[in-house]
RNA sequence: GCCAGCAUAGCUCAGUUGGCCAGAGCAGCUGAUUUGUAAUCAGCCGGUCGGGGGUUCGACUCCCUCUGCUGGCUCCA
């Protein structure tokens, strides 16, 4: 007899080979009937696969996030065998499950697929999942893995097994296909009821460009018909609310064949939206102490040369422009660092000056590949809201607070509710391959967990990610759809200072090495305010909204007194607009909230007499009517709300 | 850059197996209308069907090529 000790402490015996399936069966056969795997001593394994001693055992369902990954895992199985049936002879990739559902990497050979086979194969799916076939876990000899994976021609496995070492190989068969598989997977295919296979793209063997290219093929299943129809829902209006559909509809920014790809052209409510959120920004970053500095759009080679960059990224940036006469040559820079460590260096520096922080709205310009460019996330010339700060290793920790402190004030300004942090750090087995003192990384290092530890931050700890030049810390939010973005990042840089042999003077009167902290806290405008217009839906908060509301005048009679009230309320700060095209009022109350303008104000003979406005929000409808300056009081103290920066 | 797909008016889209002057709605312009909480009516303007080459008696439609876009892959100081 075993012990079975479930989550809540209670314990069960059962005989010596017993499986997680039949505990839930002695549980409760409703229990029994949704467990897709089971988590034994902590490890995610097949439900039906025998416990053979005293064990923890946690049932997985498809509420757990272990139990997606295995029906996903065998959905890809599902599918392999759907295309093995359908294309006999295709080799096989890999087949992992994703974050939402999976992907299988298969070798076509000779067979033209395109989208229009997708329906064929999630019919021939949905055959075999009613067939419950269920999945079979062999252990197999490292032999026996290759000589079968070799009869059937299947390179790409014999490949993997051959990374792999014997005794730790296992097979899982369902069905009509036998795949190398480390499992777990779901009892069987009879949990496979909703099936999804939504895109086709080319996908390189191991993700190495000079390797066979072979065509991957992403679905997504669910349990019932149901999630499937809300998760397609979800992705319906995800495509509503892409940042580059609500662009052109909202006129914020446009692209230009002429311009190029990859150069945002801001359009002006684009222009003062971005202008509101630098607006923003700046003003939180004066009272923190920045220092706004200037510098120019190009570089010569050798700045680059002394920040290494050259030698990194050279190769691939965009080329060197020439002076005519000389042959100089300038890189369009790539970043702010290499030019704000030439300020720090235009003069020296006492401790006692020391945190300096120069903050520039730098615009750059990175080669990005040109299969990579997507709408404002992804483009070849961008506005960081970059700041350095050079500092002494002891002052690492309230920089990191402080730059901290800005970050949550921009997140919760925008209603980012929640962020996550990743820290990145040396990976403790190779720390030769970064560069700086062992002394100061174990400094900044700890000084960062300390920060995220004292500041509360949901944040996971990543070995081996930093950056050779130093450790960092990410902010990721969730939007309101619940992807997850990665926006603003601080991170400690031991290498330009050493490159640019910045020093600051001592108490002690010797020259000492400064460190410098790069941070941005949207990361990029043009990046951050994607992910803003598809967090809001383009219904931007009131202080950000290009226009805040518009007037709405009844007939043109009123036009004039339109415009005494437009001027009054741009004195207060507040931005509108008239609509003073001959239409009906029906007419321009359905214009302007398409255009998601967060007031309209109907004006006509009434207010026109007492001086007020009739005010709609967008949105909620007629809000009655107000005097102009209850109006502007009102529409002040929600901006003076959103930005407020303390609490 | 690679794989796959797409490219028709400012926008969203029709356009039959290649066959007369390429269509619609919205937007724009003009006129009428002077309007009270989600679409007033009429007329007009607007396209070398992404660029170039080819096949054909004839190409928006078929082929090649270039450019751009989309979904992935690779990359990201």
């Given at each position: 007899m075993i012990t079975i000790t479930l989550p809540d402490k209670s314990k069960r015996e059962y005989a010596d080979g017993v499986n997680a399936l039949e505990v839930a069966k002695d549980i409760s056969e409703g229990l029994a009937r949704n467990v897709l795997a089971a988590k034994v001593n902590g490890e995610v394994w097949d439900a039906n696969r025998p416990i053979v001693q005293d064990a923890d055992v946690q049932l997985l369902t498809w509420k757990d996030d272990e139990g997606k990954a295995a029906m996903w895992h065998s959905s890809a199985h599902l599918m392999a065998e759907a295309i093995e049936l359908l294309f006999p002879g295709v080799k096989f990739g890999i087949g992992p499950n994703i974050e939402n559902g999976f992907y299988y990497d298969v070798d076509f050979g000779e067979y033209e697929v395109s989208e229009n086979e997708l329906v064929k194969i999630e019919g021939k799916m949905l055959e075999l999942a009613r067939e419950k076939q269920v999945f079979v876990r062999k252990d197999i000899s490292k032999a026996d893995a290759l000589k079968y994976f070799t009869d059937k021609g299947d390179e790409y496995k014999t490949e993997l097994i051959n990374d792999l070492n014997d005794g730790e190989i296992t097979l899982y068969q369902s069905g009509y296909f036998t795949d190398l598989c480390r499992g777990p997977h779901i009892p069987s295919t009879a949990f496979i009821k909703a099936i999804k296979l939504t895109s086709i793209a080319g996908a390189y063997w191991r993700g190495d460009e000079n390797r066979k290219q072979l065509t991957r093929i992403y679905g997504i299943t669910f349990p019932k018909k149901k999630e499937l129809d809300e998760y397609l829902l979800m992705l319906e209006e995800a495509k509503k609310r892409d940042h580059r559909l609500l662009g052109k509809e909202l006129e914020l920014f446009t692209f230009s064949r002429k311009v190029g790809q990859g150069l945002p052209l801001w359009l002006p409510k684009g222009a003062e939206l971005r202008e509101k959120l630098e607006q923003f920004l700046k003003k939180v970053q004066k009272e923190a102490g920045y220092k706004p500095v200037i510098t120019p759009h190009i570089g010569n080679v050798d700045l680059y040369k002394t920040s290494g960059h050259f030698q990194k990224y050279g190769a691939e940036s965009f080329?060197?422009?020439?002076?005519?006469?000389?042959?100089?040559?300038?890189?369009?820079?790539?970043?702010?660092?290499?030019?704000?460590?030439?300020?720090?260096?235009?003069?020296?520096?006492?401790?006692?000056?020391?945190?300096?922080?120069?903050?520039?709205?730098?615009?750059?310009?990175?080669?990005?590949?040109?299969?990579?460019?997507?709408?404002?996330?992804?483009?070849?010339?961008?506005?960081?809201?970059?700041?350095?700060?050079?500092?002494?290793?002891?002052?690492?920790?309230?920089?990191?607070?402080?730059?901290?402190?800005?970050?949550?004030?921009?997140?919760?300004?925008?209603?980012?509710?929640?962020?996550?942090?990743?820290?990145?750090?040396?990976?403790?087995?190779?720390?030769?391959?970064?560069?700086?003192?062992?002394?100061?990384?174990?400094?900044?290092?700890?000084?960062?967990?300390?920060?995220?530890?004292?500041?509360?931050?949901?944040?996971?700890?990543?070995?081996?990610?930093?950056?050779?030049?130093?450790?960092?810390?990410?902010?990721?939010?969730?939007?309101?759809?619940?992807?997850?973005?990665?926006?603003?990042?601080?991170?400690?840089?031991?290498?330009?200072?050493?490159?640019?042999?910045?020093?600051?003077?001592?108490?002690?009167?010797?020259?000492?090495?400064?460190?410098?902290?790069?941070?941005?806290?949207?990361?990029?405008?043009?990046?951050?305010?994607?992910?803003?217009?598809?967090?809001?839906?383009?219904?931007?908060?009131?202080?950000?909204?290009?226009?805040?509301?518009?007037?709405?005048?009844?007939?043109?009679?009123?036009?004039?007194?339109?415009?005494?009230?437009?001027?009054?309320?741009?004195?207060?700060?507040?931005?509108?607009?008239?609509?003073?095209?001959?239409?009906?009022?029906?007419?321009?109350?359905?214009?302007?909230?398409?255009?998601?303008?967060?007031?309209?104000?109907?004006?006509?003979?009434?207010?026109?007499?007492?001086?007020?406005?009739?005010?709609?929000?967008?949105?909620?409808?007629?809000?009655?009517?107000?005097?102009?300056?209850?109006?502007?009081?009102?529409?002040?103290?929600?901006?003076?709300?959103?930005?407020?920066?303390?609490?």
């Open positions: 080329q060197p422009i020439k002076t005519p006469a000389e042959g100089e040559e300038f890189f369009l820079k790539p970043m702010n660092c290499p030019h704000h460590c030439e300020i720090y260096n235009s003069k020296p520096h006492s401790y006692k000056e020391l945190p300096i922080r120069y903050a520039e709205f730098g615009t750059v310009y990175r080669y990005e590949q040109s299969g990579e460019l997507h709408g404002l996330t992804r483009v070849r010339g961008f506005t960081q809201d970059d700041a350095h700060i050079f500092c002494t290793p002891d002052q690492i920790k309230d920089e990191f607070k402080a730059v901290i402190d800005i970050i949550e004030i921009i997140f919760k300004a925008l209603d980012f509710n929640d962020v996550m942090v990743q820290i990145s750090l040396r990976d403790p087995e190779n720390k030769q391959k970064y560069i700086g003192s062992d002394e100061n990384w174990e400094k900044a290092e700890a000084a960062i967990k300390e920060v995220a530890e004292e500041r509360g931050l949901d944040a996971k700890t990543e070995y081996g990610e930093a950056a050779f030049y130093g450790p960092k810390m990410d902010f990721m939010v969730k939007d309101a759809l619940g992807r997850k973005w990665q926006l603003g990042t601080i991170q400690v840089d031991y290498n330009l200072p050493e490159r640019f042999d910045l020093t600051y003077i001592g108490s002690d009167n010797e020259k000492h090495r400064p460190v410098m902290i790069h941070r941005a806290p949207f990361g990029s405008l043009e990046r951050f305010v994607a992910v803003l217009i598809e967090h809001c839906a383009g219904k931007f908060p009131l202080w950000l909204a290009p226009e805040q509301y518009i007037l709405l005048p009844i007939s043109e009679k009123y036009q004039a007194y339109s415009e005494k009230v437009l001027n009054l309320l741009n004195k207060q700060n507040i931005r509108g607009i008239i609509d003073d095209r001959s239409e009906k009022t029906g007419r321009k109350i359905r214009d302007a909230e398409l255009k998601k303008i967060p007031f309209m104000l109907i004006v006509g003979e009434r207010e026109e007499l007492e001086g007020s406005v009739s005010v709609r929000r967008h949105g909620q409808g007629d809000l009655g009517t107000f005097s102009i300056e209850d109006f502007a009081v009102m529409i002040n103290e929600e901006v003076d709300d959103l930005t407020a920066q303390d609490n």
